[in-house]
């Protein structure tokens, strides 16, 4: 199993300024994805993180706001840039079993904005 | 595209009922893998079940079990004797197959979730 954590657990910002996430895994993997939880409602993958290469974005995502590094195997940022009150929202990284056995989640990031 | 449908927005149940939460999907893979995932008020992401789509089998857990029909694209879940530790979110999610083959997985697509309140 992996263990994923994820920094900071939450925060309060203010709009127009960007925070940074972080997530460490306690393994390597190959692939890590971000996704977006706003209230009430449910997940919502940003992007695909590959090490070595630029992320992926999903539709309606652009890496202007989002802008996403993956410096080693076991390690990410997630970066919301120029923030409003509608980025407000559980920020979560998640990555593939190894074994093949189920997809691991971090603790999420949850962030408002006001 | 896949889509994943939970029809189910909210159920309320007294303690010790059955019950089913459904979860319907599409996608044009044919070979994907299915989950559910519970969310208690804390936030976190629970892992439930994964079942493979060439894999029919129903699968019991204790107080929990999964009744997976590809004929009509379904994947239920059903607590029996709920409890008030189950209030929670569930959500069912899709995987498609990983781009390279292996036993890794690719991207999820959620369902919109259950809100399942179980009273005392």
């Known amino acids: 199993s992996a263990v994923i954590s994820q920094k900071p657990s939450r925060d309060i910002c203010q709009r127009g300024t960007s925070l940074t996430i972080q997530c460490q895994v306690d393994?390597?993997?190959?692939?890590m994805f971000w996704y977006r939880q706003q209230p009430g409602q449910s997940l919502t993958l940003i992007a695909t993180?590959?090490?070595?290469?630029?992320?992926?974005?999903e539709s309606g995502f652009v890496i202007d706001k989002f802008p996403i590094s993956r410096p080693n195997l076991t390690f990410s940022t997630l970066t919301v840039s120029n923030m409003s009150p509608e980025d407000s929202s559980i920020y979560l990284c998640?990555?593939?079993?190894?074994?093949?056995?189920?997809?691991?989640f971090g603790p999420g990031t949850r962030l408002t904005v006001l | 595209a896949q889509k994943v449908t939970q029809a189910q927005t909210e159920i309320s149940v007294v303690e010790k009922e059955d019950v089913t939460l459904d979860c319907v999907y599409e996608?044009?893979?044919?070979?994907?893998?299915l989950f559910w995932y519970k969310q208690p008020p804390s936030g976190e992401l629970v892992f439930l079940i994964r079942?493979?789509?060439?894999?029919?089998q129903n699968e019991i857990s204790g107080r929990y079990s999964w009744n997976f029909q590809k004929s009509t694209s379904s994947f239920n879940f059903t607590i029996t004797a709920s409890q008030v530790v189950d209030s929670a979110v569930y959500f069912c999610?899709?995987?498609?197959?990983?781009?390279?083959?292996?036993?890794?997985?690719?991207?999820?697509?959620f369902g919109q979730g259950t809100i399942l309140t179980v009273h005392p």
């Open positions: 998640s990555v593939p079993g190894q074994g093949g056995d189920t997809q691991y």
């Open positions: 999610a899709l995987s498609e197959a990983h781009p390279a083959g292996g036993t890794s997985y690719g991207k999820l697509t």
């Open positions: 993180a590959n090490q070595g290469s630029e992320a992926t974005y």
């Open positions: 393994s390597q993997v190959t692939m």
């Open positions: 996608t044009r893979d044919t070979t994907y893998y």
């Open positions: 079942r493979n789509s060439f894999d029919e």
